[in-house]
């Protein structure tokens, strides 16, 4: 839930919160005067990897159709352009997650952009409302519930959603009981219209944005609701934007995502002379998986300081989908895979405090559930879990499962929206061929929705982000590309 499909997201966000500020509350919206608008940028609580990094504080409607309502605040931030005299505007950094921020990215991921690119734009970072240091939500939730893989709806080892249920319904409630009207007013079109906000209040006529993972699916519906105020939009590892769906969709695509990049991290960690060599051949490390995990769903294993304190079968999956992200992670995964075969295991990892999973938490919940309505009757999703587990036994179910939508108090507050061809021919889409979030085939339907919008750059690569990250030099350089010029291939490509 905290984030469907980036948990690299959450550290992410982790380090953003404790490195520059408390979290507020969200009582923290009053109102204030429509003036507040003005950016005064200065100093960065906190260190930023660049010191040349500096922040603001932009003032946003609590509700968005009551423009002269309460307010709730804004973190923005941004490092101005290397060479004023090449200056083409902004570049905005659309974070994944939800709940997660891209505050530091100007000077942390902006670093890692050719000088041409860095020359063209301010690049602009922020934390989406909810998120500290912006005016944030917190849901009070049990501790027990904080953990990943409860947070993500893992059947019982039998099949069983009754927990899965029981589980959403106490979270709904603790969100409804201390999450204020802040929660009720967080959803993508909120943050679309947040971004335009922001793109006034820098004085900008339009906008160029970097949106990645959910930040995506942001970055279509900021281009669907205002065409005409974008500039180059770059989308990297991309969301299927169905309507119906939205967020049980992303859950779903797990499926799929997992299957296509399991099979790589089952070559290399069957390769001799591989230091934690699971199993002789790639289909020796599927069967040993699952396997292990039924093992640990029958005799978890002791994890002091994890949470929960064991190694069962359900933390395992959802330790492999963690690892799936990045191939520089595989390794990792199987580390603990022959470490449980021997009983053995090593530390766990330590996580972010629980003040920060509680921000992270309430983002994700209120964002997802608030886009569209989750079903609540347990025999759909009893139904949807015994067809999962038996075509995709990797992920056991979880991908079709109940989640905290299920139990939501509040309605959608408006339509998801829909996204169309209609607007400016400024979309670059960018997508790793195996990616376990964000799978190819998501990425496809985003493309076919956008139609004469954009063109795709389909990278033969494996990891989720593309862009200077698990990417290849072709694909690095055709957005780079863009980005510095507007050059965009003709039509889709595919980068080996």
Not at 31 to 48: D, V
């Amino acid at each position: 839930m905290t984030s469907i499909k980036r948990p690299a997201a959450l550290a992410a966000a982790s380090a953003v919160l404790l490195s520059l500020a408390t979290p507020l509350t969200a009582a923290a919206a009053t109102a204030a005067p429509a003036g507040r608008a003005a950016l005064a940028w200065g100093p960065c609580p906190g260190a930023a990897p660049d010191s040349r990094q500096e922040c603001a504080t932009l003032a946003v409607p609590l509700d968005h159709s009551r423009p002269g309502g309460p307010l709730i605040d804004l973190a923005v931030s941004r490092v101005r352009s290397e060479r004023p005299g090449a200056r083409r505007g902004v570049l905005l950094m659309i974070p994944g997650g939800p709940g997660g921020s891209s505050l530091n990215d100007p000077s942390g991921k902006g670093r890692k952009l050719p000088q041409a690119v860095r020359d063209a734009y301010d690049l602009v970072g922020f934390a989406p409302r909810g998120l500290a240091p912006s005016t944030a939500v917190d849901c009070g939730l049990d501790h027990a519930d904080l953990a990943i893989s409860r947070l993500r709806p893992w059947p019982a080892a039998d099949g069983s959603v009754d927990g899965n249920m029981a589980t959403a319904r106490r979270m709904a409630d603790a969100c409804a009981r201390n999450g204020g009207e802040l929660l009720r007013h967080m959803s993508t079109v909120d943050e679309a219209r947040d971004i335009d906000r922001i793109r006034a209040a820098l004085g900008e006529r339009r906008l160029s944005a970097w949106g990645v993972s959910y930040g995506t699916y942001v970055g279509a519906v900021y281009s669907q609701l205002f065409p005409r105020r974008t500039d180059r939009i770059v989308l990297d590892s991309n969301d299927d934007p169905d309507p119906a769906r939205v967020s049980r969709g992303w859950l779903a695509a797990h499926e799929q995502g997992v299957e296509d990049v399991f099979p790589e991290f089952a070559k290399r960690v069957s390769a001799p002379g591989h230091p934690y060599r699971v199993a002789d051949t790639p289909e020796g490390v599927r069967r040993e998986f699952l396997r292990l995990a039924a093992e640990l769903d029958r005799r978890p294993l002791p994890w002091p300081g994890a949470n929960p304190p064991e190694l069962n079968g359900n933390v395992l999956r959802q330790t492999m989908l963690d690892d799936l992200y990045d191939p520089d992670r595989f390794d990792d995964l199987a580390r603990l895979m022959t470490a449980a075969r021997e009983g053995t295991l090593p530390p766990a990892p330590a996580g972010p405090p629980d003040a920060v999973l509680q921000n992270v938490a309430a983002v994700g919940a209120a964002t997802l559930c608030n886009d569209v309505a989750w079903p609540s009757d347990p025999a759909v999703y009893r139904k949807d879990v015994d067809v999962s587990r038996k075509a995709y036994p990797l992920t056991a179910g979880m991908p079709r499962n109940a989640m905290v939508c299920a139990a939501w108090p509040y309605p959608p507050r408006q339509a998801p929206v829909r996204i169309t061809g209609r607007g400016p021919s400024n979309v670059l889409l960018v997508q790793n061929e195996r990616d376990v979030a964000t799978p190819l085939a998501g990425a496809r339907r985003l493309r076919e929705a956008l139609g004469r919008r954009a063109v795709m750059v389909t990278v033969d690569s494996t990891g989720h982000d593309a862009y200077l990250a698990n990417g290849n030099a072709c694909g690095d350089d055709t957005v780079s590309r863009f980005l510095a010029t507007g050059e965009r291939p003709a039509g889709d490509v595919y980068c080996r």
